[in-house]
């Protein structure tokens, strides 16, 4: 039998439903040979193109370029999709070995003379091409792709460039291995009441199908806490006992920090080191450089303008918000200082005391279907998609779900996955990714879409139910996912979220207001066991404690962000002890002890797992001026669903995906440049 034939990931998956792979058949060892064969069909492809006797052209050299490659895309696109959410040891050795060829590959892509000077030739003349706009901007990414990968170097120079995107491939993989390691190892077993003392009901029953889900379910008094942030934030915000919420807070923030061998401070320190010389083989002073170099931002400067203007006032913001919770102290006569492991405990004994409002009175009106349904509800309003369950179609999980979605018109528009829950096998946090892009340019591909949540499941027979906080989180990956399936362009390379780091988040983050707009919640946020709509009372709570600890979570976010930025604009060729470098800076910038960072070092995933958010987190906050300016246009509007205004920022933001420069984008759907006003004051730091 030939390998093609045994191999289901090099058959053709067009028998599948809507090309989806044959998930029920695949195997960690399918991976390897499939790669080799994908690898070599596409070098055979970019020589084919390179060796052309025709001049090059548009046609036969960029947009060749941009259909190359079609068996290794779908092949990388499942890969990482299982890595992330439904790995395996077996998977997880798959990750490891393939790491550094795959690296290989794209430098042999990206460092192949014959085909650079094609390409290259054609950005010197593209004035004279006469492209269209779409063709102009996929011409200049493709050569900015290129010059960035260091086609541009030459002899020894290349030869060490190449090394050491191999070795980062490598490191990478092995960095979120460990995290994930740590985060699935942990469990925090709760058996009397004594230990359970505090926590409500929805994060009993969290804590039980938790214990479950780990072989516990025999035990009938056996609760989990895992480090799935569904649960641990709940943990440390209800439960009483203070030994408890200090052992668990330690595991959360020590993950990727212990000895052995899941430690990932060498892990980090020798990317840091491999990254600093990545941007001096670019003629860059630091890795920052290099990599704002191709952002909205532009430079370090730019970006601790941002975090500057918000730092300061964030942490005077935060100093209020401790004297409310030591004013609660003190009124309980807890006799202790305020530490990192008290403050969400005693903020949501300040929010129910001074707002009346207790997350575990809000969550019933929060179940994710119906949370679901708003979304789907909120994408047909603004922009005319249907979501059409189709549970004949099996995932890669039994958790998983599939839709397949149309437009106004009936027409198939492409195809949502939904990933909603925590896991062992499954990293932390919540992403979107696709399956396959968006594209025509001879390939006609409709988009498969994926979004991955973390939510602490239902006991079974029970709902799953969100915080509201949870609730924003499901907004904003759909808000991606909602990018990647209104794309409506020619080239692959310039489809949905293939855009500017800095400007991705726009998407998401804006879509994110609608969780927010009454008329939403008024029906869809429902009462689980009634059906009853929430309450204007309860809606007005909510409202009037919307700003209530936002300068704690600024200074959470901002501090991460300024280590980022810091860590990366280091000069000195060897990477730093990440964990004194963290200390220090955090020491320098003042940052309060009892509050902390988002993410330490040692498991920030966003930095170290890839590079795709090294010298980046700010990114979110910068969206954020664009997303609170843009949802302004519907308020000025009087409507969350104008159809003038969503049309502007479906043909502008969601349609265009890379197809033009970003701030031409903002400016065509805004008719200005965003304005930074509304961002402060959506965080109350607007004086």
């Not at 034939?5 to 998956?13: C, E, F, V």
């Not at 409500?200 to 480090?227: K, M, N």
């Not at 641990?232 to 959360?252: G, M, T, Y």
């Amino acid at each position: 039998m030939s390998q093609a034939a045994s191999n289901p990931l090099l058959q053709d998956w067009n028998d599948q439903p809507y090309g989806l792979p044959p998930f029920a058949r695949i195997e960690a060892a399918h991976f390897a040979p499939a790669f080799e064969a994908a690898l070599a069909e596409h070098r055979a492809e970019l020589d084919r193109i390179a060796a052309q006797a025709e001049p090059p052209s548009f046609e036969n050299t960029i947009a060749a370029f941009d259909r190359s490659g079609r068996l290794l895309a779908r092949l990388e696109h499942l890969f990482y999709t299982l890595g992330a959410s439904a790995t395996s040891p077996e998977l997880q050795a798959a990750q490891r070995a393939l790491a550094a060829p795959l690296a290989a590959h794209g430098n042999a892509v990206y460092m192949h003379a014959a085909l650079f000077k094609r390409v290259d030739a054609l950005y010197a003349e593209r004035q004279a091409l006469r492209l269209s706009p779409e063709q102009l901007r996929l011409l200049e990414r493709i050569h900015l792709d290129f010059v960035r990968a260091g086609a541009k170097l030459q002899g020894e120079a290349q030869s060490r460039y190449a090394q050491v995107v191999e070795r980062l491939a490598e490191l990478h993989t092995l960095f979120g291995q460990n995290v994930l390691a740590d985060e699935s190892s942990y469990q925090l077993l709760l058996r009397s009441e004594d230990e359970l003392a505090g926590l409500p009901d929805f994060v009993r029953a969290a804590a039980r199908q938790a214990a479950v889900d780990r072989g516990l379910g025999e035990d009938a008094s056996a609760h989990v806490i895992t480090l799935s942030r569904s649960l641990i934030v709940p943990f440390l915000s209800f439960s009483e006992r203070r030994d408890l919420r200090e052992q668990a807070w330690r595991a959360w923030i020590g993950r990727g920090e212990k000895d052995g061998a899941t430690d990932n401070r060498a892990v980090a320190q020798e990317i840091l080191t491999l990254r600093k010389e990545q941007a001096r083989l670019h003629g860059h002073a630091c890795y920052a450089d290099y990599a704002l170099a191709d952002t909205m931002a532009g430079s370090r400067e730019a970006v601790l303008g941002l975090l500057n203007q918000v730092w300061e006032p964030a942490k005077q913001a935060a100093a209020a918000e401790r004297e409310q919770l030591e004013g609660m102290m003190t009124s309980l006569d807890h006799r202790f200082p305020l530490e990192a492991w008290d403050w969400r405990f005693y903020a949501e004994k300040v929010r129910k005391a001074r707002y009346e409002l207790d997350d575990a009175e809000v969550k019933p009106y929060f179940s994710l279907d119906a949370m679901v349904q708003a979304l789907f509800d909120c994408a047909g309003r603004l922009f005319g998609l249907k979501f059409l369950a189709r549970p004949q179609v099996a995932g890669y999980h039994p958790d998983v779900k599939v839709y397949e979605v149309q437009g106004a018109d009936g027409a198939l528009r492409g195809v949502f996955v939904q990933d909603n829950f925590a896991r062992p096998t499954k990293r932390s946090g919540a992403w979107m990714n696709a399956l396959r892009w968006q594209a025509r340019n001879g390939i006609d591909a409709l988009p498969i879409i994926l979004n991955n949540n973390n939510f602490a499941k239902g006991a079974a027979g029970e709902p799953t139910l969100l915080s509201f906080d949870d609730a924003r989180t499901l907004f904003h990956e759909f808000g991606h996912g909602l990018h990647g399936l209104l794309s409506d362009v020619e080239y692959e390379r310039l489809s949905g979220t293939q855009v500017l780091r800095d400007f991705v988040e726009l998407p998401s983050q804006i879509f994110e207001h609608w969780i927010n707009e009454p008329e939403v919640l008024k029906q869809h946020a429902r009462h689980y066991k009634t059906g009853e709509p929430i309450p204007d009372v309860l809606l007005a709570k909510i409202k009037a404690a919307e700003l209530f600890n936002q300068g704690y979570e600024t200074v959470r976010y901002t501090a991460s962000a300024l280590v980022d930025l810091a860590v990366h604009s280091r000069t000195e060729a060897q990477g730093p002890d990440i964990t004194a470098f963290e200390a220090q800076t955090m020491a320098d910038y003042g940052l309060p002890a009892a509050i902390g960072m988002n993410h330490r070092l040692a498991h920030f995933q966003h930095l170290f797992s890839g590079s795709g958010y090294a010298a980046g987190y700010y990114v979110y906050m910068w969206a954020e001026v664009l997303d609170a300016d843009g949802y302004e246009a519907f308020k000025e509007a009087g409507n969350p669903f104008d159809a003038q205004v969503a049309q502007r920022l479906l043909t502008h933001i969601y349609a265009a995906g890379n197809s033009c420069e970003p701030r031409a984008t903002y400016r065509a759907f805004r008719g200005r440049d965003a304005q930074v006003q509304p961002m402060l004051r959506g965080r109350g730091l607007l004086v």
